[in-house]
C-alpha cells in the first residue's frame, strides 16, 4: 500500500515537467521523421513505427498537462486522464506488435500499469 501512495505522490508532483519534457521530445522525435532523408535500406516499418509512436507521446504528453491541476487537487478527472494515456499508450504497444513484433515484456507492461492504476483509484476523489 506505501507504493501506491509514492506512485499517487508521484503523479502529483511530476505530471508539469514530465508533460513539457514529452512535448519538446515528440516535437523533436516527429521533425526528425518529417525532415530527416529516408535511406534506401531503412525498414518503412521503422519510419512507420516513430512517427506513430511520436504522436501518441505527443498527445498523451498534452494529456499529462491537463491532468496536472486535478491531480495536485487529487480529483477523479486527473485520474480519467491518466486512464486514457495509459490506454493511448497501450494501443500504441499493440500497434508496434503489429509493425514488429511483441515482447513478453511489453504485455507485463500492460498488465502491471492498468494493476497500478487501479490499486490507485480509489485514492481520487
Do not use: E
Request: proline content about 3%; charged content about 10%.
Amino acid at each position: 500500500v506505501k507504493i501506491i501512495d509514492l506512485i499517487v505522490y508521484l503523479n502529483r508532483t511530476l505530471a508539469l515537467p514530465m508533460g513539457i519534457l514529452g512535448i519538446i521530445i515528440s516535437i523533436s522525435a516527429l521533425a526528425f521523421t518529417i525532415f530527416a532523408p529516408r535511406s534506401p535500406n531503412m525498414d518503412s516499418s521503422i519510419w512507420l513505427k516513430m512517427s506513430v509512436s511520436s504522436i501518441v507521446l505527443l498527445v498523451s504528453s498534452i494529456w499529462l498537462l491537463m491532468a496536472y491541476p486535478y491531480l495536485k487537487k487529487n480529483l477523479m478527472r486527473g485520474w480519467s486522464l491518466i486512464f486514457w494515456i495509459t490506454v493511448l499508450s497501450d494501443a500504441n504497444i499493440i500497434l508496434n506488435f503489429f509493425i514488429s513484433g511483441f515482447s513478453i515484456f511489453s504485455l507485463f507492461g500492460i498488465f502491471f500499469g492498468f494493476y497500478l492504476l487501479f490499486q490507485m483509484k480509489h485514492r481520487y476523489n
